[in-house]
């Protein structure tokens, strides 16, 4: 009897031919395989999907399903708006995708502060930067640290350093060790003095002097190989692009692309740092202020291996006299659009073939802005939190319920209820940012 064609469902020619043997259902299939169907889903999705079953619950809030998903995710803005009445600042996030032709798919968040933080207004929180999707935020000048996943609603108060360390801070970010899996955070002061706190210690160690330098904040996205980078302003006129590795907990200057402190110094106002494709970036805005150069650093901590990539020309003019860089390049699109902050005001986006820049409407305010890189993930603080107090400030008692009460048998799992998140074993799912590469 001759063999029945039923087609190859695998080729698309064929694939009509094809017929299910019996109904389908989803509960049946292996569980790495609805891992991998759930990583691509975007975060929003992901978030109504751990209410769907006990099983799919674990599976998102499990630290490995968190790096297989922030490779595969969008890039992710976190924004803080500044408008004039206090009422209306906030936290959003943010995620673009390329659609076909020039359309760009943004879907974002909004997080009221009192679902992040013990805090019932925006204004109170200041945006530092982010790691492997936590966030370090300030509440006020000099009022506290926190370490938060605004995903889940969980923070950890970061204690004061010592009382007898009065001076004002010039410097803080948030690293992660990923040979310890331990995340840090550093703060240096106007003496001269550095400190750091490691998330499960409960204190403040001081590792010595620190770069002169006034008040510096971290770039959109400056962590790279360990370490956080920023350019600090040197009164004594000397300048450097500054780093800090939390493996080591060292700073290390970087030398530049350009021979000689004064020629820096010159370009100290219309300096940019980034990353792009694992490299280091420089962005540099030219004498006229109508274009600007973009550097990579090839070789890491080679100085000789910077290289000028591109020159973007036909910016805005820049207007009015701003302490920072009117462009700063956050997102790299794999066809090589590039989008952009413009005097923190509003998103641009620069069409390397046509050479011009264009106005978007991706960040919807008429006001001011904090923009950091931010990569989404469900990973609990009580998975990195090494024993340190997590307080869950956003009502997820459903999910906790669903949790405590064990696993359905479905999506070919076989957990059990005393299953347990292992905790993230490296840097992996950190936002590479600028690097729109999936």
């Known amino acids: 009897m001759p063999r029945e064609k039923i087609g190859n469902p695998m080729n698309p020619r064929k694939r009509g031919n094809w017929k299910p043997k019996g109904a389908f259902n989803i509960q049946e299939l292996p569980q790495a395989l609805v891992m991998d169907i759930l990583s691509r889903l975007s975060i929003k999705a992901l978030y109504n999907c751990r209410g769907v079953c006990k099983d799919w619950l674990h599976i998102i809030c499990d630290p490995q399903f968190a790096n297989v998903h922030c490779l595969r995710s969008p890039i992710g803005i976190l924004i803080r708006t500044n408008p004039r009445a206090k009422g209306q600042r906030r936290l959003g996030l943010i995620q673009i995708e390329k659609c076909a032709g020039s359309r760009l798919r943004v879907e974002r968040m909004r997080f009221a502060p009192q679902n992040i933080l013990p805090v019932s207004d925006a204004s109170e929180v200041r945006l530092i930067n982010s790691c492997n999707g936590l966030v370090c935020l300030a509440k006020g000048l000099d009022d506290g640290l926190y370490v938060c996943n605004p995903i889940l609603g969980e923070y950890i108060s970061i204690p004061s350093p010592d009382k007898s360390m009065t001076c004002l801070f010039i410097f803080v970010g948030l690293g992660f060790n990923a040979r310890t899996n331990e995340y840090k955070v550093l703060q240096t002061y106007s003496n001269g003095q550095s400190e750091i706190y490691t998330i499960g210690t409960g204190v403040w160690r001081s590792i010595g002097k620190a770069p002169s330098g006034s008040f510096s904040m971290v770039p959109f996205n400056s962590f790279l190989h360990g370490a956080l980078h920023w350019v600090p302003f040197s009164f004594d006129g000397s300048q450097f ?75 805005y003019p820049w207007v009015g006299h701003v302490l920072q860089n009117a462009y700063e390049p956050i997102v790299f699109f794999n066809d090589g659009e590039i989008l952009m902050t413009y005097k923190d005001r509003v998103v641009v986006r620069y069409n390397q073939e046509t050479k011009t820049v264009s106005r978007t409407g991706i960040i919807q305010t008429q006001s001011r802005f904090r923009a950091i890189a931010y990569c989404p993930c469900f990973v609990s ?41 292992k905790k993230l074993k490296s840097g992996s799912g950190q936002l590479a940012s600028g690097d729109g590469s999936k």
């Open 241 to 315: 692009i500054q780093s800090f590795n939390f493996e080591a907990e060292q700073f290390r200057p970087l030398a530049p692309p350009f021979k000689g402190h004064l020629k820096l110094s010159q370009h100290y106002n219309n300096l940019k740092l980034g990353v792009l494709k694992g490299c280091l970036l420089l962005c540099v805005l030219g004498a006229h202020n109508s274009e600007f150069d973009m550097w990579v650093m090839k070789d890491y901590g080679v100085q000789e291996s910077w290289t000028k990539i591109l020159v973007i020309e036909n910016l």
């Open 381 to 421: 603080l009580h998975d990195v939190s090494n024993g340190e107090e997590v307080i869950r400030v956003r009502d997820n008692n459903k999910f906790e319920e669903m949790f405590a009460k064990g696993s359905y048998n479905c999506a070919g799992s076989s957990k059990s209820a005393d299953h347990k998140s």
